[in-house]
């Protein structure tokens, strides 16, 4: 069994207990372990002793137990028997927005729905309005989230795919007969969803190539299995294509699989304006190959520098390369801290000093703790008082640690009425302020962007988290006015947080775009709830690059000095 099969159970687990209306801390126990187990680097079912699971940040005994259960029977029993409850199948129903635990018990328990479909056919029929706590908004918004789950059905977030893709290539690449091997497609181009994985190698010897790649252990189901191109469908879920070319034409074949179709048409007629064929599997002039073994090659063949796989999407990306004006995108290597993390003070999975230790070794200069405030009551959000703890806290392991600098943070709700869930004379304290909107997402655009731009203007708030609230395939954006926020960002010297969470992505690319066009700083945060999620950084600087980030316009890329001096406490 999979870390990604158990963690999933897991997740299972603390939804049906959810809907039961267990107890909020036994349903936290499951979520933490399964964020534990998603997290890993290696397999649960390799480790030679399993008593180590039980040792496991946010891991307890009883978990353990049936996680140990899972890995030698491949089954729970604890859990069959959970699923075969009366309200397990309602768990379907937490994926739609707009749907809580007690609105799924609700409408089973007045109306006797269970499924997705009858649940859209209720909402249709104005059925859900009438149910006590539901009406008309809630109804609307039920819907709303129905049609959304629907249409990103296929398409799964790029950090779930990339690192399994990743893994596949690396099966991939230990096989003799290949010679180059890398991520193409819309994974290459780091876009926030990718319907299937490409992966592309060169060999002389594709067949047996192609014979390796249908029996690799994550091989579910073999799509097709040809000379140079087979599919297979991943224990995961998800479909990975792997096309084998010739080491000549390796360079044509990744700029031809990288994408995006829109960029390769722009430069294939741009080779033909001078008598130039460009396919994937060269560039050639008459029958004469005279490029394809490099990228380079093929860019530099229509007079074109090498243009970054994530700015292929002709948006702009081929004038400004031939006008010599293609932005030096901002790189992981020049991120200097994360100012966006949890502890287990509220939410979050590890200690204060064990978050800071995995940023130091990292190399970051610093990290901000910026834990809940008292609204978020779910989350163990922080009191005022323990805030102050917190501040004091810091301030001890910081006199311990050298060459680090822990940075006392919170991440204030903006409440509805737009008030900040502290007072201002405790967030005076703080080194650093991120405010969020974590409610009320129904507010119509000119009271939700109001509300944010009050925040904005508090004196004392830094930076604006995940400023659009979306969760990739489950939460639409709430309704807000962007170019206002980022007006008065500008006007107040505020920093945007593109927020790195994988279903978050919380600037956008586009949005990333249009903040630097208005000369707004961004910072790019991880959220992170645990140490290994610091790792999540990648995907937010890949978002940042397809925005045409560069260093200077991303706040976390200042040292420790220039950030303090910006922040100016
Ligand atoms: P996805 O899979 O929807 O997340 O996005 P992509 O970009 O990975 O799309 P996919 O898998 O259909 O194709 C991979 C790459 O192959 C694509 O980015 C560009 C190239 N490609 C596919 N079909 C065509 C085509 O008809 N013309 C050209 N020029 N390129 C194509
Ligand atoms: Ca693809």
């Given at each position: 069994?999979?870390n990604?099969?158990i963690?999933?159970?897991?997740?299972h687990?603390?939804?049906i207990l959810?809907?039961?209306?267990e107890n909020p801390?036994?349903?936290r126990?499951y979520i933490?372990?399964s964020?534990?187990?998603?997290?890993l680097?290696y397999?649960?079912?390799s480790?030679?002793d399993?008593n180590?699971i039980a040792?496991l940040?946010g891991?307890?005994g009883g978990i353990?137990?049936k996680?140990?259960e899972?890995l030698?029977?491949?089954?729970?029993?604890?859990y069959?028997?959970?699923?075969?409850?009366?309200?397990?199948?309602?768990?379907e129903?937490?994926?739609i927005?707009?749907?809580g635990p007690?609105?799924?018990?609700?409408?089973y328990d007045?109306?006797?729905i269970?499924?997705?479909?009858?649940?859209?056919?209720?909402?249709?029929e104005?059925?859900?309005?009438?149910?006590h706590?539901?009406g008309e908004?809630?109804?609307?918004n039920?819907?709303r989230?129905i049609?959304?789950?629907?249409?990103?059905?296929?398409r799964?977030p790029?950090?779930?795919?990339?690192?399994?893709a990743q893994?596949?290539?690396?099966?991939?690449?230990?096989?003799?007969?290949?010679?180059?091997?890398?991520?193409?497609?819309?994974?290459r181009?780091?876009r926030?969803?990718?319907?299937d994985a490409?992966?592309?190698?060169?060999s002389d010897?594709?067949?047996?190539v192609m014979?390796?790649?249908?029996?690799?252990?994550q091989?579910?189901?073999v799509?097709?299995?040809g000379?140079?191109?087979?599919?297979i469908v991943?224990?995961?879920?998800f479909?990975?294509d792997?096309r084998?070319?010739?080491?000549?034409?390796f360079?044509?074949?990744?700029?031809?699989?990288?994408?995006?179709?829109?960029h390769?048409?722009?430069?294939?007629s741009l080779g033909?304006?001078?008598?130039?064929?460009?396919?994937?599997?060269?560039v050639?002039?008459?029958?004469?190959?005279i490029?394809g073994k490099?990228?380079e090659?093929?860019f530099?063949s229509?007079n074109?520098p090498?243009?970054p796989?994530?700015?292929?999407?002709?948006q702009g990306?081929?004038?400004?390369?031939?006008?010599?004006?293609?932005?030096s995108?901002?790189?992981?290597?020049?991120?200097?801290?994360?100012l966006?993390?949890?502890?287990d003070?509220s939410?979050?999975n590890?200690?204060i000093e064990?978050?800071?230790?995995?940023?130091?070794?990292?190399?970051?200069?610093?990290?901000a703790?910026c834990d809940?405030?008292?609204?978020m009551?779910?989350?163990?959000g922080?009191t005022q008082?323990?805030?102050q703890k917190?501040?004091e806290?810091?301030?001890?392991?910081?006199r311990k640690l050298?060459?680090f600098?822990?940075?006392?943070?919170?991440e204030v709700?903006?409440r509805s009425?737009s008030?900040?869930?502290?007072e201002d004379e405790?967030?005076?304290?703080?080194?650093?302020v991120?405010?969020?909107?974590?409610?009320?997402?129904?507010?119509p655009k000119?009271?939700?962007?109001?509300?944010i731009?009050?925040a904005?203007?508090n004196?004392?708030?830094?930076?604006?988290?995940h400023p659009?609230g979306r969760?990739i395939?489950?939460r639409?954006?709430?309704q807000?006015?962007?170019?206002?926020?980022?007006?008065?960002?500008?006007?107040?010297?505020?920093?945007?947080?593109l927020?790195?969470?994988?279903?978050?992505?919380d600037l956008s690319?586009?949005?990333?775009?249009?903040?630097?066009?208005?000369g707004?700083?961004?910072v790019i945060?991880?959220?992170?709830?645990?140490?290994?999620?610091?790792?999540?950084?990648?995907?937010?600087v890949?978002?940042a690059?397809r925005g045409w980030?560069e260093?200077?316009?991303?706040?976390?890329?200042l040292?420790l000095s220039?950030?303090?001096k910006f922040?100016?406490?």
């Amino acid at each position: 069994m999979t870390n990604q099969e158990i963690a999933r159970i897991l997740v299972h687990i603390s939804e049906i207990l959810n809907i039961q209306g267990e107890n909020p801390f036994k349903i936290r126990a499951y979520i933490k372990a399964s964020q534990t187990i998603e997290g890993l680097t290696y397999e649960l079912s390799s480790l030679e002793d399993k008593n180590k699971i039980a040792k496991l940040p946010g891991i307890g005994g009883g978990i353990a137990k049936k996680i140990m259960e899972l890995l030698e029977t491949g089954e729970l029993k604890y859990y069959e028997e959970l699923k075969k409850t009366e309200y397990a199948p309602l768990t379907e129903f937490l994926k739609i927005s707009g749907m809580g635990p007690k609105h799924a018990k609700l409408v089973y328990d007045k109306l006797g729905i269970k499924t997705v479909e009858e649940l859209k056919k209720a909402a249709e029929e104005g059925r859900l309005k009438a149910l006590h706590g539901l009406g008309e908004k809630v109804e609307q918004n039920i819907l709303r989230g129905i049609q959304q789950v629907q249409k990103y059905k296929e398409r799964l977030p790029l950090a779930f795919i990339y690192p399994r893709a990743q893994n596949i290539l690396e099966e991939v690449k230990k096989f003799k007969e290949v010679k180059q091997i890398l991520l193409a497609g819309s994974l290459r181009r780091m876009r926030e969803t990718i319907a299937d994985a490409d992966i592309l190698a060169s060999s002389d010897h594709a067949e047996k190539v192609m014979e390796a790649f249908v029996n690799l252990p994550q091989t579910d189901k073999v799509v097709a299995k040809g000379k140079t191109k087979s599919s297979i469908v991943t224990r995961d879920g998800f479909q990975v294509d792997l096309r084998v070319v010739p080491p000549e034409s390796f360079g044509a074949a990744s700029h031809y699989f990288t994408g995006s179709k829109a960029h390769n048409i722009r430069i294939r007629s741009l080779g033909a304006d001078k008598g130039l064929k460009i396919n994937e599997y060269g560039v050639f002039k008459k029958e004469k190959r005279i490029a394809g073994k490099t990228e380079e090659e093929i860019f530099k063949s229509i007079n074109l520098p090498y243009i970054p796989p994530e700015l292929r999407e002709d948006q702009g990306e081929i004038e400004a390369a031939q006008n010599r004006k293609l932005p030096s995108l901002i790189e992981l290597k020049e991120i200097k801290g994360d100012l966006h993390v949890h502890t287990d003070w509220s939410d979050g999975n590890n200690s204060i000093e064990e978050m800071a230790q995995a940023a130091k070794n990292r190399g970051y200069q610093y990290i901000a703790i910026c834990d809940h405030s008292p609204a978020m009551g779910i989350t163990g959000g922080l009191t005022q008082e323990r805030l102050q703890k917190q501040i004091e806290e810091i301030g001890r392991l910081n006199r311990k640690l050298k060459g680090f600098k822990i940075l006392s943070g919170t991440e204030v709700d903006i409440r509805s009425n737009s008030q900040l869930d502290f007072e201002d004379e405790i967030l005076e304290k703080l080194d650093l302020v991120v405010a969020a909107v974590h409610t009320k997402f129904g507010q119509p655009k000119e009271e939700m962007t109001k509300r944010i731009i009050k925040a904005i203007e508090n004196p004392n708030v830094d930076i604006i988290a995940h400023p659009t609230g979306r969760l990739i395939g489950k939460r639409e954006p709430y309704q807000v006015d962007m170019d206002k926020i980022m007006d008065a960002c500008k006007a107040n010297a505020k920093v945007l947080e593109l927020n790195a969470y994988p279903e978050r992505l919380d600037l956008s690319d586009i949005h990333c775009r249009r903040a630097k066009e208005k000369g707004i700083k961004i910072v790019i945060s991880t959220d992170a709830h645990m140490d290994i999620h610091l790792e999540w950084i990648k995907f937010g600087v890949a978002t940042a690059r397809r925005g045409w980030i560069e260093p200077q316009d991303v706040l976390n890329t200042l040292t420790l000095s220039q950030l303090l001096k910006f922040l100016g406490r």
